[in-house]
């Protein structure tokens, strides 16, 4: 590894706490919808990412125009849940700035698109006063920390559930700046209060993730995480958590030294002191071995790699003072999450809405603004980019019905919609090569004839889509998995499991929509003349195809 240190290492020590000059970029700079060049890397600390739109690009250009410059703000909502209240704010806050498009991630938070950069301090305060904020929910800091969604899993689920705000506060870098620069305009602290132990002046290499989930349910793409929890429940108590280290899967075209992997699990922890010490030190071994000199080598799987899983374990046992026990036995059996109205032992209802692609459209949006008026609900984001209105009792239940009805809520989806997951990719996406969150349901809608003619309408078929190699639609754990490589071209990735245990494979290379159709009906027409039985289409690629 080099020595010499990337760019944004330089920025970020000498940002005094993530300042800058991110007050002079947004009070001075009226010239330009942009933020200066060194802020650009600040803001995503706090929570924002500049953008333009790529479609208008073109357009500007040849007027001699600056790009349209915009920001995404992403909020930070451990564990994805919101009350009644504060849904009806972020609703107000996105018809008063921005597109008006609310967009869930799949990290179980909201983004806001398409706000200009005089409207960032107004939205961030609306944001404040209803008690939500977007600090560390980008940069290279640990990010919105996720559980598994659905509360009717287990009846512990909140017990886990807390988990996920405890991490979050224990892992939020110190800095005022955030408040300082977007909420009251003036200095809080002096520099020498803000002392981090943690992320001290240079933070992470890269961005962190960490996710808990809960058996049998893997909604949240577990072994993808930097860092994973598992939750062990015996005769109803939870017994503690199963850690995972080293998942991520963003990779770089054409950079072999690149690439998605699955994390290890590599030891029990059965105290919350224990597990949270634990994940301490582990987000410290990456800030003093991770790769701080090329960014496309620096996220904890490539520091997992280098010192080898049972050399980071043994540096993290040194640092934690205590053995990691055993793991224990776990199963997944699911990964999607359960739509429509459900109810947990306790007799509370709870109705997943499905939100193609994390993008809540018109008639959502007005039934989730009437929902959350009667103040029966709360609202939680599934790492499926889903919504659930949870705990509802009978009463209300029927009240929501009747709006589910009057906004035209329950319009019946294939199984294959259900289980398809995109990024944002274009127009916003700088780093975007092809389209995917406004082209995979098209693609969707011409696979479904397949489907139907070789009668696997109800197969779940895990179908994702990416823009890029980044992998934020985690589509390196698909059954079908579309990866971007230019205009209308993607990689053919094939034979992940149904559940997130296995990463899929290259299939074929650069495919237009014709190939990529041609291809899916062969491989269709193979599974149901070869199959065993109860086999799922991944299982059967994987064990056929690939192998």
């Keep these: 590894m080099s020595d010499k240190l990337s760019s944004v290492e330089y920025i970020k020590t000498k940002s005094d706490g993530l300042r800058g000059t991110l007050k ?9 919808g942009n933020v200066r060049p060194d802020d650009e890397t600040l803001v ?18 040849a007027k001699k125009l600056d790009k349209l410059y915009s920001f995404m703000i992403r909020l930070r909502i451990p564990g994805g849940q919101i009350t009644a209240d504060q849904w009806l704010a972020t609703h ?32 961030i305060q609306s944001f404040n006063v209803a008690k939500l904020d977007s600090i560390a929910a980008c940069g290279d800091v640990n990010r919105n920390v996720i559980v598994s969604a659905h509360p009717q899993l287990s009846p512990l689920h909140k017990q886990i559930h807390d988990y996920a705000d405890k991490i979050s506060k224990l892992l939020l870098p110190k800095t005022q700046s955030y408040y300082e620069i977007f909420i009251d305009g003036e200095k809080i602290y002096e520099r020498s209060a803000e002392a981090d132990p943690l992320y001290e002046d240079c933070y992470l290499p890269r961005k962190f993730k960490i996710a808990i989930a809960i058996p ?47 994390g290890n699990i590599i030891g029990f922890t059965d105290t919350e002191e224990k597990t949270l010490k634990t994940i301490y030190e582990v987000l410290t071994v990456q800030r003093d071995f991770g790769n701080r000199s090329d960014r496309k080598l620096s996220r904890l799987k490539y520091t997992v790699d280098r010192l080898t899983v049972e050399g980071f374990k043994i540096e993290l046992e040194k640092r ?21 109205w459900e109810q947990n032992q306790e007799g509370k209802w709870f109705y997943t809405l499905f939100v193609e692609h994390g993008v809540i459209k018109p008639n959502q949006k007005e039934f989730l603004h009437e929902v959350a008026k009667l103040k029966v609900s709360n609202f939680i984001f599934s790492g499926n980019q889903n919504l659930i209105i949870g705990e509802v009792n009978d009463l209300d239940k029927t009240k929501i019905e009747i709006l589910q009805k009057q906004y035209n809520i329950d319009v019946a989806v294939s199984a ?39 009668n696997l309408s109800n197969e779940e078929i895990s179908i994702r889509m990416t823009g890029c190699p ?39 290379e650069k495919q237009s929509e014709i190939q990529i159709l041609e291809e899916v009906d062969v491989l269709l027409d193979k599974y149901v003349k070869g199959k065993l039985q109860n086999e799922t289409f991944g299982d059967f690629a994987f064990r056929t195809i690939l192998n």
């Excluded at 002079?24 to 330009?32: K, M, R, V």
């Excluded at 995480?225 to 995972?244: P, Q, R, V, W």
């Excluded at 995109?422 to 975007?432: G, Q, W």
């Design 24 to 32: 002079e970029s947004i009070d001075l700079d009226n010239h330009t």
């Design 416 to 454: 294959l919609r259900k289980s398809s997951m995109a990024c944002v990719a274009l127009p916003t996406c700088p780093l975007a090569l092809a389209e995917a969150q406004r082209y995979l349901p098209v693609l969707v809608t011409k696979i479904e004839p397949l489907l139907e003619k070789y």
């Design 92 to 123: 107000d806050i996105s018809e008063q700035y921005g597109t008006g498009t609310l967009k869930i991630t799949t990290r179980q938070t909201l983004q806001l698109h398409g706000l200009l950069k005089h409207q960032l301090r107004p939205t």
């Design 320 to 340: 934690i003072g205590f053995a990691l026990e055993p793991a224990r036995p776990f199963q997944f059996t699911e990964r999607n999450d359960r739509y429509g």
């Design 216 to 262: 049998p349910s893997n909604d949240v793409d577990l072994f993808t995480n930097d860092l994973g929890l598992i939750a062990i429940i015996e005769d109803n108590e939870l017994k503690g958590f199963n850690i995972a280290i080293g998942g991520g899967l963003g990779t770089t075209h054409g950079n072999e030294n690149t690439y998605p992997r699955l």
């Design 470 to 508: 980044n992998g934020c639609g985690r589509p390196y754990v698909a059954e079908l998995g579309f990866i971007g490589t230019g205009p209308e071209q993607y990689n053919f990735m094939l034979g992940g499991d149904r559940f997130g245990e296995r990463l899929n494979v290259l299939y074929k």
């Design 44 to 61: 995503k600390f706090h929570g924002m990412y500049v953008q333009d739109d790529r479609d208008r690009r073109a357009e500007r250009a």
